[in-house]
């Protein structure tokens, strides 16, 4: 099964918080996904200006640690996103596999 979230069909173009992250991921249902087999393209509009870490955490944090890895993650979730934040991006992943309990639940 392939999916799609459209960061278009959310307020931007900072994303912050972590209970608004938390919010999509369920409205997406990224548990039954990650699941699942297929893709999920990512669309981060043009105009962003920033992804917080705490958001990104609340979106894919579970999904990251599911997959065990930046990189199989990153063939299951294949997110577009401006150049300048692909690196923020990779970061917020590897954050994900830190074990930081201060950010995670």
Known sequence: MNASIDLNKVAGPVYT??????TL?????LDRLDAADGLVDVVVP??????????????FGPSVRHF??????KKRYRIS???????????HA??????????DK
């Open 94 to 103: 590897a954050l994900a596999l830190q074990g930081r309990r201060l950010l």
């Open 46 to 59: 043009d105009d962003t200006w920033t992804i917080s870490s705490s958001f990104f955490l609340g979106l």
């Open 68 to 73: 065990g890895s930046v990189d199989a993650f």
């Open 17 to 22: 918080g972590r209970d608004r992250g938390e």
């Open 25 to 29: 991921r369920v409205t997406y249902d």
């Open 81 to 91: 996103a401006p150049e300048f934040l692909r690196p923020v991006i990779d970061g």
